[in-house]
């Protein structure tokens, strides 16, 4: 039996690569993107392609209902649109805060409540919200990001339960360091603020995270392969952390909130 998947997030990095992972495991792949013109080629190579703004809830709706139309139902939906607000919390206006739940976890949610039902009906199907190690230990300058994250982490958590009597899955991914076009996006939302000169080391912390990052950033097909291994999985996990560096820094929630905050008072203190 043929099956189904739709990816939000597909013009770049892990969701291009999720697209093609599962075009290459003969899935049924409706790919989307705010700019259809830029998943073109996955067109090309077999794919459905769908323009889709994860923050329109009638987008959101109209998409999920034409891919079941069209399809016969829907197998997989991957929550992988994203980017990440960076900046000390003092500094990011309200109003990015808000861009960011927007994208990050209302949309996720937007696209949960168009497609659950379905998925609830044909009592079958897995939900992968791409989440990252951030929503589970959060640095100065990425409050924001990080809070997103947690959010969608604690809405995953509780609605693997509510579906699972329906054999609905509900997996989350989380990923450390990237190799992708994120940082550049993160970096560019440091560009919006008004900055606080108290924060200057936090901002010089950074600005050199994307040298910090590569150091261990990991290619984007290797989530990719985390994810279609959750999407083809009759028995997930209920999250997979990416990469070797993920998985210490998720380790590091466990210690004492002291010894985390002397550690990331010590990096500012390096950066001032």
């Keep these: 039996m043929e099956r189904t998947v739709l990816i939000t997030g597909c013009s770049s990095g892990i969701g291009r690569a999720t697209a093609e992972?599962?075009?290459?495991e003969g899935w049924t792949v409706v790919a989307t993107a705010r700019d259809e013109s830029a998943i073109?080629?996955?067109?090309?190579?077999?794919?459905?392609t769908r323009t889709l703004d994860?923050?329109?809830?009638?987008?959101?709706?109209?998409?999920?209902?034409?891919?079941?139309?069209?399809?016969?139902?829907?197998?997989?939906?991957?929550?992988?649109?994203?980017?990440?607000?960076?900046?000390?919390?003092?500094d990011v206006p309200t109003r990015l805060v808000e861009d960011q739940f927007d994208v990050n976890v209302l949309g996720p949610h937007r696209l949960i409540r168009a497609a659950l039902p379905h998925m609830r009906e044909a009592e079958?199907?897995?939900?992968?919200?791409?989440?990252?190690?951030?929503?589970?230990?959060?640095?100065?300058?990425?409050g924001?990001?990080?809070?997103?994250?947690?959010?969608?982490?604690s809405m995953s958590d509780a609605l693997r339960v509510e579906a699972s009597a329906f054999d609905v899955d509900v997996v989350l991914v989380e990923p450390g360091p990237v190799e992708t076009q994120f940082d550049d996006t993160a970096q560019s939302s440091l560009s919006d603020l008004d900055r606080t000169e108290a924060y200057g080391d936090i901002y010089r912390t950074l600005e050199d995270w994307e040298t910090v990052g590569s150091m261990s950033s990991i290619p984007a097909w290797q989530v990719a392969s985390v994810i279609l291994e959750a999407?083809?999985?009759?028995?997930?996990?209920?999250?997979?952390?990416?990469?070797?560096?993920?998985?210490?820094?998720?380790?590091?929630?466990?210690?004492?909130?002291?010894?985390?905050d002397a550690v990331f008072s010590l990096i500012r203190g390096l950066a001032g």
């Excluded at 992972?21 to 290459?24: E, M, N, S, T, V």
């Excluded at 073109?40 to 459905?48: C, E, P, T, V, Y």
């Excluded at 791409?130 to 589970?136: E, F």
């Design 21 to 24: 992972a599962f075009l290459d």
């Design 40 to 48: 073109r080629d996955l067109g090309d190579r077999g794919a459905l």
């Design 124 to 142: 079958r199907g897995t939900i992968v919200n791409v989440s990252s190690v951030s929503g589970r230990l959060s640095a100065p300058g990425m």
């Design 54 to 90: 994860v923050t329109k809830p009638a987008q959101c709706q109209s998409v999920v209902a034409e891919v079941i139309e069209e399809n016969g139902g829907l197998d997989c939906l991957v929550n992988n649109a994203g980017y990440a607000q960076f900046g000390p919390t003092e």
């Design 231 to 260: 999407g083809v999985s009759t028995d997930p996990q209920t999250r997979y952390t990416v990469g070797t560096g993920s998985e210490y820094l998720t380790l590091a929630r466990f210690l004492p909130d002291s010894f985390r």
């Design 144 to 153: 924001v990001y990080s809070s997103s994250k947690a959010a969608l982490e």
